[in-house]
């Protein structure tokens, strides 16, 4: 079984402590990773007002926010504000990519596109993706292959640009296995490496687990079978701050079966000359989440017509 492990990084804090930490950890293991970066502001603290939102207290009490995040970062944005990422941790950044990891972009403003890009334009995604593509190039020095979004949360306009952006692979979504996305009208061919695994703060705290066990349930779940492997997505300030130690103990299993852990780019590239099925993108839950996500839908049928190219 082959495991990818996307990093997402959503803050200021998971990217100057929860990354290091993590670079050390693969280290040790001799593993390689995909970190995909909020490259702009933090602005962590608007995500309050997500408060009315089905689910979004009842995960908010069982994963900690405040103990996992800190309280300076949940006032960034609100009464602090919010440090730029990219320009004030590229440092962090640049050790990733020379430690031999994969790096592409989460987004620029993490809890603006997570909350708004559902029911945005073309102009107000295309803005948000070249802010983002801008940092990045300006701290690496070339473009970015791959695109991870924020939230999991996608328009069908961020398809179309992730074509013409000239990313290779993106994974924006959840799912069972890699394809080729349709929503809406637009396709793209731009591969979509969904999501697979539950995340740990969709776990803990329901069904009996904790942060003690979690790590032999996730182990358990990456046994289901997946002729092209499996997508875990963790997050610098969880896995790569308080539970680092759930993290090694998923290294450490997942060798233990004979695992191959790899990243994004691997993946994709264990895919090249196959013919990828065409899915539609859609709206769903997650159990553990709250609010929709953007999650791999119905095959689209050999003969059905299909839609044009991406634009």
């Not at 080729?180 to 490496?193: A, D, H, K, N, W």
């Not at 993290?247 to 090249?272: F, K, P, S």
Request: proline share 6%; glycine share 12%; charged share 20%.
């Amino acid at each position: 079984m082959h495991i990818a492990l996307k990093v997402d990084v959503d803050t200021f804090r998971g990217t100057r402590e929860g990354v290091p930490a993590l670079l050390r950890l693969f280290d040790r293991h001799e593993v390689r990773a995909t970190f995909l970066f909020s490259l702009g502001p933090d602005h962590t603290g608007r995500a309050l007002r997500r408060v009315f939102r089905r689910g979004f207290l009842n995960k908010v009490g069982r994963t900690s926010v405040l103990s996992h995040y800190g309280l300076k970062t949940v006032l960034y944005g609100v009464l602090l504000p919010g440090p730029h990422i990219g320009r004030q941790a590229g440092d962090v950044l640049r050790t990733t990519a020379l430690a031999g990891h994969e790096t592409g972009v989460h987004c620029h403003d993490h809890v603006y596109w997570q909350d708004h890009v559902a029911r945005q334009d073309h102009t107000w995604t295309q803005h948000e993706m070249a802010k983002a593509q801008a940092v990045y190039q300006e701290v690496f020095g070339h473009p970015a292959q791959v695109h991870g979004a924020a939230g999991w949360q996608v328009n069908p306009h961020t398809l179309a640009l992730e074509e013409s952006g000239g990313f290779s692979h993106a994974s924006d979504t959840r799912g069972t296995h890699p394809f080729l996305p349709f929503m809406q009208g637009i396709r793209s061919t731009c591969v979509q490496l969904p999501t697979t695994l539950p995340t740990l703060d969709e776990l803990i705290g329901r069904n009996g687990l904790t942060p003690d066990n979690v790590a032999q349930h996730l182990l358990a779940a990456s046994q289901a079978p997946r002729p092209q492997g499996h997508v875990y997505t963790l997050h610098a300030e969880l896995e790569g701050m308080k539970l680092l130690p759930v993290m090694e103990a998923l290294l450490r299993g997942w060798r233990q079966a004979g695992c191959v852990i790899g990243t994004l780019a691997d993946l994709h590239g264990r895919l090249a000359g196959e013919h990828l099925p065409l899915h539609t993108v859609t709206w769903g839950q997650v159990e553990g989440r709250s609010g929709d996500l953007a999650i791999q839908g119905p095959l689209v049928p050999k003969g059905e017509p299909r839609p044009g190219p991406a634009r």
